[in-house]
Structure formats: structure tokens, C-alpha cells
């Protein structure tokens, strides 16, 4: 069982949909949780960082961790064509292991 | 303020050889980390350099190596170069080491043929 599992899709949505991506994890000592988005033939750009369970939101953005499901969520709201990208769940132990672990990305399109 | 630069965005090698990547991190980033992506095994931590030293180690082979500078510029060097190895080589910073709030590089694509 892989430590980070996440539907890669491909997810194709009309434009001003709520989107719902999401990842599920094995490893309990995972502490921290991001969202990145990346563009194609881009590097990852950090989305969301949050700490533990509960809900962030920024702007259009929220995110939800449920550490006794094991389950992260990514909620876009009023998608547009620009959320159009690969996203990529992450989670790290902290501590003395913070390397950071990746779901395999879910790959997103938003139709105008 | 600049981001974090990766030279070069571009690499093709001949099979057998090696190469070096660098990165510039944030300014005021201490901690430099670098990831291998690839379509079949995703983002995979290779390792990650603070103050000069190897603080963590991935499960790579020992011709992935690295080095940070008193700068706290980085450079990637992969020896004996195999097919396998094309991937995109992505590095991240981070204020201090231990911090996982991370922001990557544009990455370098590097193919090996």
C-alpha cells in the first residue's frame, strides 16, 4: 500500500463548478498537510500548508484534514480556466523526517 | 522577491555520463531540498542540505549526490548516467531545515539518452 494515494484523474469541469480533490494516507505520523498546483513544464507552487486536522480556507480555497480518516481534501470554489493543472497532495511527519511525501497528482481541466 | 532558480531548465546526456544541476534558493532560505518527478513514481525525495550538510537522505543510489554552499546555493550531481534517470529534477527552500513549508524551483529536465 502506497503511503499517499490520490485519484489521478483526469477530473474535466465546466467552469464556475466546485471541484473536489482529494488524497487518503496510511502513515499516522503524518503532521503536515499541502496542496501544490503545477502547470505543465512548471515546477509545484504551494497552494495550502496546514497543520493537523481542521479546515483552511483562502480566498476561492479550502482545504480539509481529517486525521482519523486519514483523508485530505482540496476545495476549489468558482473554478475557472487558469485552475486548469496537476494537483498534488503532500504530507510530512515534521520533526527530524519532514521530507516531504507526494500523491501521484490529480490532473485538472475547467472548461470555459 | 526572486524566487527559486534552477540552472539549466534544460539537460541532454549521453548514457554513462554525469551532470550537475544547481539551485538558488529564496533569499534568506537556508534549506535546500531536491526531488526527482517522473510520470511512473511521481515527486520522490532525493535530499536535503542546511548549513552546508546532509541532513536527510532518500532511498536514491550513491550516484546521486549533492553539496551546499556557504550561500546556501545548491548543486546536484548524478554520476554514471542511466535511461532511467530522465525525469524532472525539482529543488525546494525552506527558511530553515525541519521547515516543511516548501516552494519550488521551475525544475531542470534532464534526458538521458
Known amino acids: 500500500q502506497k503511503e499517499v494515494e490520490q485519484d489521478p484523474g483526469p477530473l474535466s469541469v465546466p467552469e464556475g463548478a466546485i471541484v473536489s480533490l482529494n488524497c487518503t494516507y496510511s502513515?499516522?505520523?503524518?503532521?503536515?498537510f499541502m496542496w501544490y498546483r503545477q502547470y505543465s513544464r512548471k515546477g509545484p507552487e504551494l497552494l495550502m500548508y496546514?497543520?493537523?486536522?481542521g479546515n483552511k480556507e483562502d480566498g476561492r480555497f479550502t482545504a480539509q484534514v481529517d486525521k482519523s480518516s486519514k483523508y485530505i481534501s482540496l476545495f476549489i470554489r468558482d473554478s475557472q480556466p487558469s485552475d486548469s493543472a496537476t494537483y498534488l497532495c503532500?504530507?510530512?511527519?515534521?520533526?527530524?523526517?519532514?521530507?516531504?511525501?507526494f500523491g501521484k497528482g490529480t490532473l485538472l481541466t475547467v472548461n470555459p | 522577491k526572486a524566487g527559486v532558480t534552477q540552472t539549466p531548465r534544460y539537460l541532454i546526456k549521453t548514457r554513462g555520463q554525469q551532470v550537475t544541476l544547481s539551485c538558488s534558493p529564496i533569499?534568506?532560505?537556508?534549506?535546500v531540498s531536491w526531488y526527482q518527478q517522473t510520470p511512473g513514481q511521481g515527486l520522490q525525495f532525493l535530499f536535503e542540505?542546511?548549513?552546508?550538510?546532509?541532513?536527510n537522505k532518500g532511498n536514491f543510489p550513491g550516484r546521486f549526490s549533492g553539496r551546499q554552499f556557504s550561500n546556501s546555493r545548491s548543486e546536484m550531481n548524478v554520476s554514471t548516467l542511466e535511461l532511467g534517470d530522465s525525469a524532472l529534477y525539482l529543488c525546494?527552500?525552506?527558511?530553515?531545515?525541519?521547515?516543511?513549508?516548501?516552494?519550488f524551483g521551475q525544475g531542470t529536465r534532464l534526458t538521458v539518452v
Open positions: 525546494a527552500s525552506s527558511l530553515k531545515s525541519g521547515n516543511t513549508e516548501a516552494f
Open positions: 502513515n499516522s505520523a503524518f503532521q503536515y
Open positions: 496546514t497543520y493537523s486536522s
Open positions: 503532500a504530507m510530512s511527519e515534521g520533526g527530524s523526517n519532514y521530507k516531504l511525501t
Open positions: 533569499s534568506g532560505h537556508r534549506s
Open positions: 542540505y542546511f548549513s552546508e550538510t546532509q541532513r
